[in-house]
């Protein structure tokens, strides 16, 4: 987190009206079916980008993050794919890896990237407006955000040309870090750690070699794809309880009053679930990268805007529009903010995605 700090530092606090409605882009929007064999599937995505520039920004992204006794922990899993990484993680992997003309072990590499370096920044919203209705916003802010917003791409998982959930994910992974199952619930990743990107990334696949625990990205889709989870209850059950590789906030929204949650996990458990809780006056938690109950560094700026912005909107006007206004404000969108995704469980065809540049 200390390499986000000079970026807070350096941006002198402006007060002016937020440009939320010059324009924004929107991020592509493919779908995939899953009825297809896993190494097929991504085809119909990634057919949208060029094989060449894919693999030399890959390249350019990840050399510098790679050591030697990383590879050779990924060699390990690249070697036993499939024990490792579970159905259908590994043969979608093999199939993209295939499609970029890459070995798999970079393959596997480029996916759990995210999951091993997540010290970017984010911020989450979950809110319940005046009606009941729960409406869920996110920035995603990471390094490389000029290739990362290259790479972003809302994906409809579909099914007998029927969408089972959505998600905003970047070319070439398979898991997901911001999702939506229509009519059930919608979730978002925040990253929460305090180690070196290095550190994490060594701890990160030791554990999965030696503990066989489950990726957050792949913790996420799991939680959108599984039938046992296909309620906001039983997935947050799922997203609390199921043990992972590292420690993180689930930011979690569901279809009426009460459904929405900031979960803060370790890597076994989640070690405290915030909930809306309208009797106390909470109708919307606002998670960055610090534990609700502890003061946020006095660099960071977003936690304390955001909930200023919120509360000045009130419960009575909060929608998407007015949360895209939030995550417009300056410091909570960011030099590192790639996109911002706005979402509803129960107003499905609202979900979008959209490409950031805030100075
Ligand atoms: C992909 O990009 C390379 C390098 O910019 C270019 O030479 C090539 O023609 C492109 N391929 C396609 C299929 O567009
Ligand atoms: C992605 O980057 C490549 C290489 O710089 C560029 O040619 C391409 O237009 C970019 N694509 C998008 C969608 O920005
Ligand atoms: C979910 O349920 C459907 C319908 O009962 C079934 O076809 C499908 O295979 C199940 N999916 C999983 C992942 O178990």
């Known amino acids: ?26 991020a592509p929007r493919y779908s995939m079916n899953i009825d297809l064999p896993e190494e097929e599937r991504w085809e119909s995505v990634l057919q949208h980008w060029n094989v060449s520039e894919y693999r030399e920004m890959a390249r350019a992204v990840f050399d510098s993050f790679v ?29 993209i890896a295939k499609f970029f003309q890459m070995d798999v072990g970079e393959m596997v590499l480029y996916n759990l990237f995210y999951d091993i370096t997540l010290s970017g920044g984010c911020t989450s919203i979950v809110a319940q407006d005046s009606k009941g209705n729960i409406w869920h916003a996110r920035n995603w802010d990471y390094y490389f955000p000029a ?52 550190d994490d990334m060594i701890q ?7 503990d066989k ?3 957050t990205s792949f913790q996420i889709r799991d939680a959108l794809s599984r039938n046992d989870t296909a309620t906001f209850d039983s997935a947050l059950q799922r997203l609390a309880y199921h043990p992972e590789t590292a420690p993180n906030y689930y930011i979690i929204g569901g279809v009426k009053s009460t459904e929405g949650a900031v979960i803060t996990r370790a890597r076994l ?5 915030w909930r809306l809780d309208l ?20 660099w960071d700026y977003r936690r304390s805007h955001g909930n200023k912005a919120m509360n000045a ?28 995704t706005l979402m509803s469980a129960a107003h499905p065809s609202s979900y979008a995605t959209f490409f950031r540049h805030c100075d």
């Open 1 to 26: 987190m200390w390499r986000l700090s000079f970026i807070f530092l350096a941006i002198p606090l402006v007060l002016g009206s937020p440009t939320w409605n010059e324009g924004l882009t929107k």
């Open 67 to 95: 050591n030697k006794e990383t590879m050779q922990l990924l060699e390990i899993i690249a070697g036993s794919l499939d024990y490792y990484l579970p159905s259908p993680y590994a043969g979608e992997i093999r199939g």
């Open 147 to 198: 290739t990362l917003r290259n790479w972003t791409v809302v994906v409809d998982f579909q099914s007998h040309g029927k969408t089972l959930y959505t998600a905003t994910s970047f070319i070439g992974q398979v898991g997901v870090f911001t999702g939506q199952r229509p009519n059930a619930f919608t979730v978002s990743l925040n990253e929460r750690d305090e180690g070196t990107i290095l």
């Open 204 to 210: 990160i696949l030791k554990a999965l070699i030696s």
């Open 213 to 215: 625990t489950v990726f």
């Open 269 to 273: 458990t989640a070690v405290d679930v």
């Open 279 to 298: 009797s106390s006056g909470r109708w919307f938690v606002l998670e960055t990268n610090y534990d609700h109950w502890k003061s946020p560094p006095k």
């Open 313 to 340: 909107i009130g419960q009575d006007a909060i929608d998407l529009e007015a949360m895209l206004k939030v995550l417009s404000l300056p410091l909570v969108c960011n030099p590192m903010t790639v996109y911002t």
